[in-house]
């Protein structure tokens, strides 16, 4: 298949373009850098000859129009956004930029080659890969929520996927432009940004500082591995239907405290160390509108695409732990 991956060189951009390049589909890349790609490792992939790397914000309609003309895509996977919900506090502007009048602008381009018979496969899809942020926060015994639930987002960053969404459905509905939309729960796994929760706490173990939890610890979140979420998006290129949206959980709910604790003893274990966990947490003012807890129904895809998520966490933070611990000898994944 000929894949275009916007965001390709972000944390799970990258996973999603490395579990496809030796399965010889034909893949380029959009990406416009930001200080959560791995520019290094893109441009390696590109000079591999197994990508074709462009550095280009997904705001540029008329440069993502010429590579829609020429490559023309079977599938299109938008990954691209700005994803950090702490500096969507300090700079909405820039997220609502990215996610939604990028999204805009890649639908807008997607539009016209599809008008003008650019884009000539009929089978033709953008998956639009959103979060399970915008169905907001619940309470601790609250039903988890499903494809249909209302939509509720309460930090800039999910206001901006929310919008996102709702401009997918509508170009979908009115143009017939042949859509997806996903919502995942929270990723972990290589490659993802020192600022991001999971790697905070193994760098933070790894250069004996504290690790910072926001108010009481006690927020749940979903966790699942990236490539556990990568082979969902891949089971949806297959064979998911055009105009549905599909959720996909990990089902290992955690709150922060405990996932701190689980890190921290399997880092004990690898260093041969005997910290006292405890002392390594310190508790920080919470985050402004912080959720308390995300958990969504995946018995959609279940049901209908036969997708379940094979790692543990364990066996996830395993893998996880391992790869930061390298990584960061190589002084390339300490927390900026
Ligand atoms: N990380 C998670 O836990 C999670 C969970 C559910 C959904 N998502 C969604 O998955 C996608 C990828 O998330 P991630 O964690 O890999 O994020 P990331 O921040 O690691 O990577 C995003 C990439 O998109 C690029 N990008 C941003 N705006 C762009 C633009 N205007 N034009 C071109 N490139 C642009 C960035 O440069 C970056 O390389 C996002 O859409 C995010 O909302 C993430």
């Known amino acids: 298949m000929k894949i275009i991956v916007t965001g390709g060189a972000g944390f799970i951009g990258l996973n999603f373009i490395k579990s496809l390049v030796n399965l010889k589909h034909k893949i380029v890349c959009i990406d416009y850098i930001n200080n959560a790609s791995n520019y290094n490792e893109i441009k390696k992939l590109h000079k591999l000859k197994k990508i074709n790397f462009k550095k280009i914000d997904i705001n540029?309609?008329?440069?993502?129009?010429?590579?829609?003309?020429?490559?023309?895509?079977?599938?299109?996977?938008?990954?691209?956004?700005?994803?950090?919900?702490?500096?969507?506090?300090?700079?909405?502007?820039?997220?609502?930029?990215?996610?939604?009048?990028?999204?805009?602008?890649?639908?807008?381009?997607?539009?016209?080659?599809?008008n003008n018979s650019y884009i000539i496969n009929?089978?033709?899809?953008?998956?639009?890969?959103?979060?399970?942020?915008?169905?907001?926060?619940?309470?601790?015994?609250?039903?988890?929520?499903?494809?249909?639930?209302?939509?509720?987002?309460?930090?800039?960053?999910?206001?901006?996927?929310?919008?996102?969404?709702?401009?997918?459905?509508?170009?979908?509905?009115?143009?017939?432009?042949?859509?997806?939309?996903?919502?995942?729960?929270?990723?972990?796994?290589?490659?993802?940004?020192?600022?991001?929760?999971?790697?905070?706490?193994?760098?933070?173990?790894?250069q004996n500082i504290k690790i910072p939890i926001y108010g009481n610890g006690k927020n749940i979140r979903d966790w699942i591995y990236v490539d556990d979420h990568n082979s969902a998006i891949r089971k949806i290129m297959k064979r998911g239907k055009i105009g549905d949206v599909y959720n996909i959980s990990g089902k290992n709910q955690i709150n922060n405290?405990?996932?701190?604790?689980?890190?921290?003893?399997?880092?004990?274990?690898k260093t041969s160390s005997n910290r006292n966990i405890s002392n390594l947490m310190q508790f920080v003012d919470d985050r402004k509108g912080h959720d308390l807890r995300y958990d969504i129904s995946s018995k959609k895809i279940e049901r209908e695409l036969d997708f379940f998520p094979k790692y543990t966490l364990n066996n996830g933070l395993n893998i996880t732990i391992d790869w930061y611990i390298q990584n960061f000898k190589k002084n390339e994944f300490k927390k900026k």
């Open 60 to 114: 540029d309609y008329l440069k993502i129009k010429k590579i829609i003309i020429n490559f023309k895509p079977d599938i299109i996977v938008n990954f691209a956004a700005e994803s950090h919900v702490d500096n969507s506090i300090k700079t909405p502007k820039l997220f609502f930029n990215s996610n939604v009048l990028g999204t805009l602008h890649l639908l807008e381009a997607i539009r016209f080659c599809i």
């Open 122 to 206: 009929n089978k033709f899809k953008l998956i639009h890969v959103s979060t399970d942020e915008v169905y907001g926060s619940l309470k601790f015994k609250e039903k988890k929520s499903n494809e249909f639930s209302q939509y509720k987002p309460n930090s800039p960053y999910s206001a901006s996927k929310a919008s996102s969404d709702h401009i997918v459905r509508s170009y979908f509905k009115t143009y017939q432009i042949p859509s997806i939309i996903t919502h995942c729960t929270n990723n972990y796994g290589p490659w993802q940004n020192g600022e991001k929760f999971i790697p905070t706490i193994i760098n933070s173990y790894l």
């Open 257 to 269: 405290i405990k996932l701190v604790s689980m890190i921290c003893s399997i880092l004990n274990k």
